[in-house]
Nanobody, 126 residues
């Protein structure tokens, strides 16, 4: 069982930055991949970024890859999503999630993730 607790988010002006955090606990974490997803009102949940606990692999959606950094703290089992130059279209509820599928092919697929954080609202004002 894995438990994910998110923090961060809130209201930020367009062009600004924020950092989301996700603290993970539970068994088997070192074998998992951590993902970030977001869901805007009336839209489907979409992939944002992912990072593997083992090694340095990261992966980003095209919409954020030039202005986001996904990082991790292996000691404390925390992952972070730093987003810069925020745009109004970044407004959404953001979720961290964990999957045991280590092949990058699966990282964009929300249905492959077993555990989810509680979600945190990010609102970008223009």
């Amino acid at each position: 069982q894995v438990h994910l607790v998110q923090s961060g988010g809130g209201l930020v002006q367009a062009g600004g930055s924020l950092r989301l955090s996700c603290a993970a606990s539970g068994r088997g974490l070192s074998r998992e991949v951590m993902g970030w997803f977001r869901q805007a009102p009336g839209k489907e949940r979409e992939f944002v970024a992912a990072i593997a606990w083992s090694g340095d692999s990261t992966y980003y959606a095209d919409s954020v890859k030039d202005r986001s950094i996904c990082s991790k703290d292996n000691t404390n089992y925390a992952v972070y999503l730093q987003m810069n130059n925020l745009k109004s279209e970044d407004t959404a509820v953001y979720y961290c999630a964990a999957t045991y599928y280590t092949e990058r092919y699966f990282w964009e697929r929300s249905q492959m993730y077993t555990y989810w954080g509680q979600g945190t609202q990010v609102t970008v004002s223009s």
